[in-house]
T-cell receptor, first 110, second 116 residues
Framework: GQNIDQPTEMTATEGAIVQINCTYQ??????LFWYQQHAGEAPTFLSY????GLEEKGRFSSFLSRSKGYSYLLLKELQMKDSASYLC???????????FGTGTRLQVFP | DTAVSQTPKYLVTQMGNDKSIKCEQN?????MYWYKQDSKKFLKIMFS???????INETVPNRFSPKSPDKAHLNLHINSLELGDSAVYFC???????????????FGPGTRLTVL
């Protein structure tokens, strides 16, 4: 089966750093994606990891360890507008099918 | 300059009716998808088409029938609507890139379907 786990909710303070973890157990692995989804809106792409290590993109970084079936999304210098759901998704095979986790709802407080 | 568009944005209908949702992308992508997001915000793939050909067909009741008249359009027709079909349906598209590139998916704004 396919299983992707993320914490349901997290809270943080403006200006802080937050790390959102994702663990996965899938039939195969061909890449991991992070998407951001604001309430009532469409998911938007944040990052992609296929090799082990850290990918940095401005205030957002994503890390992958394939041997541990583990990824995290790191958000630095949090802003109020970062309040959203963050979805971890794995591509288990060579198609473009994505298996999504249930998402982590992040609330940023002033 | 909308990239992926869906119509309608909201759809309220009675149980047993048949309805369609339309999706169009102007990004020149080869692959299009339909996802269902339920009330718990769980996003699950339903179908994927590549150049009008069905590629992915998850375990979805056959009341749901996708149709791709050309590679820029992917419509979803639902027969005999049930209460459990109430959800937000997202269309998405992605380019065909060689692995290991990301092939990120671009999502439409969603169609909120409510079945009464």
């Amino acid at each position: 089966g396919q299983n992707i786990d993320q914490p349901t909710e997290m809270t943080a303070t403006e200006g802080a750093i937050v790390q959102i973890n994702c663990t996965y157990q899938t039939s195969g692995f061909n890449g991991l994606f992070w998407y951001q989804q604001h309430a009532g809106e469409a998911p938007t792409f944040l990052s992609y990891n296929v090799l082990d290590g850290l990918e940095e993109k401005g205030r957002f970084s994503s890390f992958l360890s394939r041997s541990k079936g583990y990824s995290y999304l790191l958000l630095k210098e949090l802003q109020m507008k970062d309040s959203a759901s963050y979805l971890c998704a794995v591509r288990p095979d060579n198609t473009d099918k994505l298996i999504f986790g249930t998402g982590t709802r992040l609330q940023v407080f002033p | 300059d909308t990239a992926v568009s869906q119509t309608p944005k909201y759809l309220v209908t009675q149980m047993g009716n048949d309805k369609s949702i339309k999706c169009e992308q102007n990004l020149g992508h080869d692959t299009m998808y339909w996802y269902k997001q339920d009330s718990k915000k769980f996003l699950k793939i339903m179908f994927s088409y590549n150049n009008k050909e069905l590629i992915i067909n998850e375990t979805v009741p056959n009341r749901f029938s996708p149709k791709s008249p050309d590679k820029a359009h992917l419509n979803l027709h639902i027969n005999s609507l049930e209460l459990g079909d109430s959800a937000v349906y997202f269309c998405a598209s992605s380019p065909m890139l060689e692995r290991p590139m990301g092939n990120e998916q671009f999502f439409g704004p969603g169609t909120r379907l409510t079945v009464l």
